[in-house]
């Protein structure tokens, strides 16, 4: 444990604590509450006493639920056992990458990535093969998959919308990424996280819905970034039944399960709470659209979203490393950003900013990083 770092998200989040008057572009949270009809769901179990445990595999009613939605991207799960109910998707990561990988197994990580991925497959004694996506505008390529593949090579792990850069991998390439999957007959690790945070008409594809794809595919999901339920903690595991049949039994002995009114909450969103999902998806394009030309103006090159809600800028220009362009913006204008480096290869000169952010805080934030990169320029 000692070899592993702390989340270089949370760093940053932690510093925030007691400044009121800074403006956090950092932690990857929806500043919408969770839409009403899901919280009125929630109320009324627990005020019915409906505060008990549920199945290690999470409520039936909710697995419906999600594998009738997951029919709209060709993905087709039985509730049963393919689909298990997770505390939030990154639990679901974690038990996971325990479940398939042995000490010496390699894992393929496509980065910058989500912080989480590397450190879990190391405490698993796997040795995490990095892919820089930088080099090929932010998304793997099934060629740069097939130059890390070794005899070890247990699975690959992909993040389409991606966090930090918002890019998705396009549906050809994803295409001959199922290839190289089924020829090495490897797992994929698909983190779906953010799919229903799509933009300008693009719309979200998994690996998993191509043809012989779904008994190498385990796809990760939840309601956290959609639906605006970070704290509800809930997420899912779809995932051939014999390999879940596996996964259950660690997801029992760690966690038992999911809470049980977040459950209920969770499948009520998806029956009735599409409108603001939405709403919401519509105000962060928005937002995109701003910061996207504010950083384009600035001079800074990067590249634009085509999902979830980060943009992910290069301030080399600026002479300045990640840690030190997002520690002196926090400590000069009181903007926090988490440093490109914090997730992985190909992040260092860049700063990852979210903006899942009141549309009138992004402007102050947004002419004050000006301000900075104008005074770091002269």
Same mark, same amino acid.
């Not at 008994?215 to 999901?221: A, G, K, P, Q």
């Given at each position: !444990? @000692?070899?592993?770092?702390? $989340?270089?998200?949370?760093?940053?989040?932690?510093?925030?604590?007691?400044?009121?008057?800074?403006?956090?572009?950092?932690?990857?949270?929806?500043?919408?509450?969770?839409?009403?009809?899901?919280?009125?769901?929630?109320?009324?179990?627990?005020? &019915?006493?409906?505060?008990?445990?549920?199945?290690?595999?999470?409520?039936? @009613?909710?697995?419906? @639920?999600?594998?009738?939605?997951?029919?709209?991207?060709?993905?087709?799960?039985?509730?049963?056992?393919?689909?298990?109910?997770?505390?939030?998707?990154?639990?679901?990561?974690?038990?996971?990458?325990?479940?398939?990988?042995?000490?010496?197994?390699?894992?393929?990580?496509?980065?910058?990535?989500?912080?989480?991925?590397?450190?879990?497959?190391?405490?698993?004694?796997?040795?995490?093969?990095?892919?820089?996506? $930088?080099?090929?505008?932010?998304?793997?390529?099934?060629?740069?998959?097939?130059?890390?593949?070794?005899?070890?090579?247990?699975?690959?792990?992909?993040?389409?919308?991606?966090?930090?850069?918002?890019?998705?991998?396009?549906?050809?390439?994803?295409?001959?990424?199922?290839?190289?999957?089924?020829?090495?007959?490897?797992? *994929?690790?698909?983190?779906?996280?953010?799919?229903?945070?799509?933009?300008?008409?693009?719309?979200?594809?998994?690996?998993?819905?191509?043809?012989?794809?779904?008994?190498?595919?385990?796809?990760?999901?939840?309601?956290? &970034?959609?639906?605006?339920?970070?704290?509800?903690?809930?997420?899912?595991?779809? =995932?051939?039944?014999?390999?879940?049949?596996?996964?259950?039994?660690?997801?029992?002995?760690?966690?038992?399960?999911?809470?049980?009114?977040?459950?209920?909450?969770?499948?009520?969103?998806?029956?009735?709470?599409?409108?603001?999902?939405?709403?919401?998806? *519509?105000?962060?394009?928005?937002?995109?659209?701003?910061?996207?030309?504010?950083?384009?103006?600035?001079?800074?090159?990067?590249?634009?979203?085509?999902? =979830?809600?980060? !943009?992910?800028?290069?301030?080399?220009?600026?002479?300045?490393?990640?840690? @030190?362009?997002?520690?002196?913006?926090?400590?000069?204008?009181?903007?926090?950003?988490?440093?490109?480096? *914090?997730?992985?290869?190909?992040?260092?000169?860049?700063?990852?900013?979210?903006?899942?952010?009141?549309?009138?805080?992004?402007?102050? =934030?947004?002419?004050?990083?000006?301000?900075?990169?104008?005074?770091?320029?002269?």
């Amino acid at each position: !444990m @000692e070899s592993i770092p702390p $989340s270089g998200i949370r760093k940053f989040f932690e510093m925030l604590i007691g400044h009121d008057d800074v403006i956090s572009l950092s932690v990857g949270e929806p500043d919408f509450p969770t839409p009403w009809v899901i919280r009125e769901e929630a109320f009324y179990h627990i005020e &019915k006493g409906h505060t008990s445990y549920t199945s290690n595999w999470g409520l039936i @009613e909710l697995r419906q @639920e999600i594998a009738k939605y997951m029919e709209r991207y060709n993905l087709y799960y039985k509730p049963e056992n393919e689909i298990l109910i997770t505390v939030g998707a990154s639990e679901g990561v974690d038990a996971v990458l325990r479940a398939i990988l042995n000490p010496g197994d390699e894992i393929i990580v496509s980065q910058p990535c989500y912080v989480n991925y590397t450190p879990l497959a190391e405490l698993c004694q796997a040795k995490v093969v990095t892919l820089d996506t $930088s080099v090929n505008g932010f998304y793997p390529t099934a060629a740069q998959i097939e130059q890390c593949i070794t005899p070890k090579t247990k699975a690959l792990m992909i993040c389409s919308p991606n966090n930090p850069t918002g890019t998705m991998i396009p549906e050809d390439e994803l295409a001959r990424i199922a290839e190289v999957v089924k020829k090495h007959e490897i797992w *994929v690790i698909s983190d779906e996280i953010y799919c229903e945070l799509a933009y300008d008409g693009a719309k979200h594809s998994s690996i998993g819905s191509f043809p012989g794809l779904k008994d190498y595919t385990i796809i990760l999901n939840g309601f956290s &970034k959609s639906f605006a339920m970070t704290g509800w903690r809930i997420g899912y595991i779809a =995932a051939p039944d014999d390999l879940l049949a596996q996964i259950v039994k660690l997801h029992g002995y760690n966690t038992i399960c999911a809470p049980i009114f977040s459950q209920y909450a969770a499948a009520e969103g998806l029956r009735n709470g599409w409108s603001e999902v939405e709403r919401m998806r *519509v105000s962060y394009q928005q937002r995109r659209n701003l910061m996207y030309k504010a950083f384009c103006d600035m001079g800074l090159k990067v590249p634009e979203p085509t999902g =979830a809600f980060y !943009m992910f800028p290069d301030i080399t220009s600026t002479g300045l490393t990640s840690e @030190e362009f997002a520690t002196q913006l926090f400590q000069k204008y009181n903007i926090a950003v988490v440093p490109g480096s *914090v997730f992985g290869e190909g992040g260092e000169g860049h700063i990852r900013c979210c903006y899942a952010t009141d549309i009138n805080k992004i402007k102050i =934030a947004l002419e004050r990083i000006k301000e900075f990169v104008e005074e770091l320029k002269k």
